[in-house]
């Protein structure tokens, strides 16, 4: 039986206070050049969990779900 949801656990700090300084020099970094907020959550998610794309339209799903 095939399923139609697919479900997907991650693991990303909570609030500022949970950021090791890595985290936030790379947060501050994409911040300062500019990037809108949806792309700066999209891309702290991808490097925090070591998520990547190989493909698919998983990063379609992902922006979307930002974007909204």
Known sequence: MQQDNLT???TVP???D???DYQLRYL???LAQGF???QV???CLF???GMNISKGRLFDVIL????A
Do not use: E, Q, V
Not at 64 to 67: I, L
């Open 18 to 20: 949970k950021l090791d």
């Open 28 to 30: 501050f970094g994409l």
């Open 41 to 43: 959550k999209t891309y």
């Open 64 to 67: 979307a779900w930002f974007y």
């Open 8 to 10: 997907i656990n991650l």
């Open 14 to 16: 909570k609030g500022w």
């Open 47 to 49: 490097r925090w969990t």
């Open 36 to 38: 809108p907020s949806p």
